[in-house]
Nanobody
Framework: QVQLQESGPGLVKPSQTLSLTCTVS??????????WSWIRQPPGKGREWMGA???????YYSESLKSRAHISRDTSKNQFYLQMNSLKPEDTAVYYC??????????WGQGTQVTVSS
C-alpha cells in the first residue's frame, strides 16, 4: 500500500516561494507507470491538478501554473517536491500529493493547509 505524506510551511507571505515535500512509503517513485502529482483545493472550490512527475522523471504542468510551478524529485529519499513562486492570496488552499498508476490505482496524502497572507 502506497502512503504519501505532505510537509511544508503552513503560512507563506505574498510574493514568496512555496516549497512542499511529499514523502512516499510502501512503494518507489520510480516504479513503472506511476505518476506523482500535486493537486490543490482552495476554500469553497474544487480540486485543481497542478502538475506531475512521472516514474521516469518527465514532468507535466497545468497550463495556468507552469510559469510558476516546478516539480522535482529525489529518488534516494523517495520524495518529490513542489516549488511555486510569486505566491498570491488566491494560492491559499489545501495542497495534496497523489500517486496514480495507469491501471487507475490511486493514492492520496492527507493534505496540508497553505495560507498566503502577510
Amino acid at each position: 500500500q502506497v502512503q504519501l505524506q505532505e510537509s511544508g510551511p503552513g503560512l507563506v507571505k505574498p510574493s514568496q516561494t512555496l516549497s512542499l515535500t511529499c514523502t512516499v512509503s510502501g512503494g518507489s517513485i520510480t516504479t513503472s507507470h506511476f505518476y506523482w502529482s500535486w493537486i490543490r483545493q482552495p476554500p469553497g472550490k474544487g480540486r485543481e491538478w497542478m502538475g506531475a512527475i512521472a516514474y521516469d522523471g518527465d514532468t507535466y504542468y497545468s497550463e495556468s501554473l507552469k510559469s510558476r510551478a516546478h516539480i522535482s524529485r529525489d529518488t534516494s529519499k523517495n520524495q518529490f517536491y513542489l516549488q511555486m513562486n510569486s505566491l498570491k492570496p488566491e494560492d491559499t488552499a489545501v495542497y495534496y500529493c497523489n500517486a496514480r498508476h495507469i491501471s487507475n490505482m490511486d493514492y492520496w496524502g492527507q493534505g496540508t493547509q497553505v495560507t498566503v497572507s502577510s
